[in-house]
């Protein structure tokens, strides 16, 4: 079977042995396409549109020439083996030949994400790599594993989000051949391969389109990272099918079963229909259509009717926030607004939701919120990275893996997590020499506030090698009893999740869960389920017993050691969780 998604733009190479080139160059005068044995001239069609075919075949290398000053890769590459700067190369999509034809992806309620950094995830740091790990993902009892962006960065080491090239994956991690590959093999382990996608912003080194599309770009919003994206003025349509169409690349052309959108709060959209809502639209209307496709949102703005319509869920960061300052006891930052009753908004999460709201969402499914006690931003957006096992005692962090591993949100973990890896996830980076060392400085101003001067200079250089090496799993301390019982803990927790939970999830809606506090740190909740029967979670969120807590009724289904059914006494950091 193979795979090809057809584009508008970029180089498509041809049946016949040809190649045809197409870039969106609006502000050119003249596009010159240069190969390896010389210059051939573009021909300018209308709204600034350059095409040319010609003899070229997969594995050409190849640059556009803009005015006769500025050669550059192009913005549709599919391979970028000489990064950023470098040429770009043909690639034949037809020329994998793939061997998962019967796969049809999950449904959503079956989802248990891991999100994972390829570069770090193992000692090879690539799609290879990966793939050599497959084995043991599959039988912790996840279903899908979400990879950070992918799209060509500059260097060799970033978290993805600093991408300047959407279509080409990461030539540090291994060519396209080797993502096919990966995802093919993880779809033969009944695991389903999501990618985190950026369509907010571009990095900040190799993006090159605002010499010769700056209609790219807008100064009408303002982001975080530099120029806002242009989705709603003059010459946004070509824009908006760029982003599109690399969507739908990464699902059709790589057999990708799920998105996760980063940062959707950024993008500033005032068009009649929001770019959000096409792009799920021409999903559905595609991929979606023939197989289980899903697409999940990142958004600080809570916009619940994204989640009533084409959208499957969100990363719940109140349900991380209030876990965390549960947990920790930590009040500074965004965490000031979950410090005076953490345990409270947690149950508010697990009955309702979004803790703070507004928009009403209690009436949504829970399986429309995706939680987590990690991930890639919250452990890395601190200073030195660390871990939730590195600032809560192990009991609390197990009470709390206890909780969300089995309650009817979509859990999600990060990498390592599953045995409470010891190393830090920092943020690291490979930029040039003019813009390294303002990154790092910018790194030390930004946790000044929170370090002695002797402490801030501490604070890891995000572009040296050693703090990403610092950032690598190591996969061999697996063999060490605490995490080998931390692995056990999860791969028991996950398999009860699968037979004894999911089978009743199917139909779960929204608006008729409650929760009760009990003292300071116990929570009781229930859920009524799709099948009539009730799930429901006692728990005590603290230190100290909690003493004739109120017993839901029902069968016993899991407890942490040391509780037993109906005692008149919960001990500190425990769970218990029942069905009737």
């Given at each position: 079977?193979?795979?090809?998604?057809?584009?508008?733009?970029?180089?498509?190479?041809?049946?016949?042995?040809?190649?045809?080139?197409?870039?969106?160059?609006?502000?050119?005068?003249?596009?010159?396409?240069?190969?390896?044995?010389?210059?051939?001239?573009?021909?300018?069609?209308?709204?600034?549109?350059?095409?040319?075919?010609?003899?070229?075949?997969?594995?050409?290398?190849?640059?556009?020439?803009?005015?006769?000053?500025?050669?550059?890769?192009?913005?549709?590459?599919?391979?970028?083996?000489?990064?950023?700067?470098?040429?770009?190369?043909?690639?034949?999509?037809?020329?994998?030949?793939?061997?998962?034809?019967?796969?049809?992806?999950?449904?959503?309620?079956?989802?248990?994400?891991?999100?994972?950094?390829?570069?770090?995830?193992?000692?090879?740091?690539?799609?290879?790599?990966?793939?050599?790990?497959?084995?043991?993902?599959?039988?912790?009892?996840?279903?899908?594993?979400?990879?950070?962006?992918?799209?060509?960065?500059?260097?060799?080491?970033?978290?993805?989000?600093?991408?300047?090239?959407?279509?080409?994956?990461?030539?540090?991690?291994?060519?396209?051949?080797?993502?096919?590959?990966?995802?093919?093999?993880?779809?033969?382990?009944?695991?389903?391969?999501?990618?985190?996608?950026?369509?907010?912003?571009?990095?900040?080194?190799?993006?090159?389109?605002?010499?010769?599309?700056?209609?790219?770009?807008?100064?009408?919003?303002?982001?975080?990272?530099?120029?806002?994206?242009?989705?709603?003025?003059?010459?946004?349509?070509?824009?908006?099918?760029?982003?599109?169409?690399?969507?739908?690349?990464?699902?059709?052309?790589?057999?990708?079963?799920?998105?996760?959108?980063?940062?959707?709060?950024?993008?500033?959209?005032?068009?009649?229909?929001?770019?959000?809502?096409?792009?799920?639209?021409?999903?559905?209307?595609?991929?979606?259509?023939?197989?289980?496709?899903?697409?999940?949102?990142?958004?600080?703005?809570?916009?619940?009717?994204?989640?009533?319509?084409?959208?499957?869920?969100?990363?719940?960061?109140?349900?991380?926030?209030?876990?965390?300052?549960?947990?920790?006891?930590?009040?500074?930052?965004?965490?000031?607004?979950?410090?005076?009753?953490?345990?409270?908004?947690?149950?508010?999460?697990?009955?309702?939701?979004?803790?703070?709201?507004?928009?009403?969402?209690?009436?949504?499914?829970?399986?429309?919120?995706?939680?987590?006690?990690?991930?890639?931003?919250?452990?890395?957006?601190?200073?030195?990275?660390?871990?939730?096992?590195r600032l809560a005692p192990p009991e609390a962090v197990?009470?709390?893996?206890?909780?969300?591993?089995?309650?009817?949100?979509?859990?999600?973990?990060?990498?390592?997590?599953?045995?409470?890896?010891?190393?830090?996830?920092?943020?690291?980076?490979?930029?040039?020499?003019?813009?390294?060392?303002?990154?790092?400085?910018?790194?030390?101003?930004?946790?000044?506030?929170?370090?002695?001067?002797?402490?801030?200079?501490?604070?890891?250089?995000?572009?040296?090698?050693?703090?990403?090496?610092?950032?690598?799993l190591d996969w061999g301390s697996l063999e060490e009893?605490?995490?080998?019982?931390?692995?056990?803990?999860?791969?028991?927790?996950?398999?009860?999740?699968?037979?004894?939970?999911?089978?009743?999830?199917?139909?779960?809606?929204?608006?008729?869960?409650?929760?009760?506090?009990?003292?300071?740190?116990?929570l009781s909740v229930r859920w009524p389920l799709g099948?009539?029967?009730?799930?429901?979670?006692?728990?005590?969120?603290?230190?100290?017993?909690?003493?004739?807590?109120?017993?839901?009724?029902?069968?016993?289904?899991?407890?942490?050691?040391?509780?037993?059914?109906?005692?008149?006494?919960?001990?500190?950091?425990?769970?218990?969780?029942?069905?009737?």
């Open positions: 079977m193979r795979r090809r998604h057809r584009m508008p733009l970029g180089a498509e190479a041809l049946e016949n042995g040809e190649t045809r080139f197409t870039l969106w160059a609006p502000a050119a005068e003249t596009v010159d396409l240069i190969l390896e044995d010389g210059a051939r001239t573009m021909r300018r069609e209308e709204h600034g549109t350059f095409t040319l075919t010609t003899e070229a075949g997969a594995g050409t290398r190849y640059r556009f020439l803009i005015d006769g000053v500025q050669e550059v890769p192009d913005p549709a590459s599919r391979y970028q083996p000489e990064d950023v700067h470098g040429p770009s190369r043909v690639v034949d999509p037809g020329s994998f030949v793939w061997e998962d034809g019967h796969w049809k992806g999950r449904p959503w309620e079956e989802v248990v994400l891991y999100e994972l950094h390829v570069g770090s995830f193992t000692p090879e740091g690539t799609f290879a790599g990966v793939k050599g790990r497959l084995d043991h993902l599959a039988e912790l009892g996840v279903t899908a594993i979400e990879l950070m962006p992918l799209s060509e960065f500059p260097g060799r080491r970033n978290w993805g989000y600093d991408g300047v090239l959407p279509f080409a994956p990461e030539s540090a991690y291994g060519s396209p051949e080797d993502l096919k590959d990966l995802v093919q093999s993880a779809h033969k382990e009944g695991l389903m391969v999501f990618l985190d996608v950026v369509y907010n912003h571009f990095g900040p080194e190799g993006n090159y389109l605002s010499l010769y599309a700056p209609q790219f770009f807008t100064d009408r919003y303002d982001t975080p990272w530099g120029a806002a994206i242009n989705f709603d003025g003059e010459g946004s349509e070509h824009v908006r099918e760029y982003f599109i169409h690399n969507a739908l690349y990464w699902l059709e052309e790589y057999n990708i079963d799920g998105l996760r959108l980063d940062a959707v709060h950024a993008i500033n959209d005032a068009s009649e229909r929001h770019f959000l809502v096409e792009l799920a639209g021409r999903v559905r209307e595609g991929q979606g259509s023939e197989r289980h496709v899903h697409l999940v949102l990142e958004n600080e703005t809570k916009d619940v009717h994204y989640l009533r319509g084409p959208y499957d869920a969100q990363w719940n960061d109140d349900f991380h926030h209030a876990l965390h300052v549960t947990l920790t006891g930590e009040d500074a930052g965004y965490y000031a607004d979950y410090a005076e009753a953490p345990v409270r908004h947690l149950g508010r999460c697990l009955v309702e939701g979004f803790a703070y709201q507004d928009e009403p969402s209690a009436d949504l499914s829970p399986s429309a919120f995706v939680s987590f006690i990690q991930n890639h931003d919250q452990v890395g957006n601190r200073a030195f990275g660390e871990r939730i096992g197990r009470a709390v893996a206890e909780i969300y591993l089995l309650a009817p949100q979509i859990p999600m973990l990060f990498m390592g997590e599953e045995w409470n890896a010891g190393s830090p996830f920092p943020f690291f980076c490979d930029f040039g020499r003019d813009l390294a060392p303002l990154v790092a400085r910018g790194r030390r101003e930004e946790f000044a506030e929170f370090f002695e001067r002797e402490d801030g200079a501490r604070i890891p250089d995000p572009g040296t090698e050693e703090t990403f090496r610092r950032a690598v009893p605490e995490h080998a019982g931390r692995l056990k803990l999860y791969g028991g927790l996950l398999a009860l999740r699968r037979e004894k939970i999911l089978p009743r999830l199917g139909g779960l809606a929204g608006g008729e869960a409650g929760y009760r506090i009990m003292g300071e740190r116990g099948d009539g029967s009730t799930l429901a979670l006692l728990a005590n969120l603290g230190p100290e017993p909690l003493g004739d807590p109120e017993w839901p009724q029902g069968e016993l289904l899991y407890a942490s050691e040391g509780v037993h059914a109906h005692g008149r006494e919960l001990p500190g950091w425990s769970v218990a969780w029942l069905t009737g």
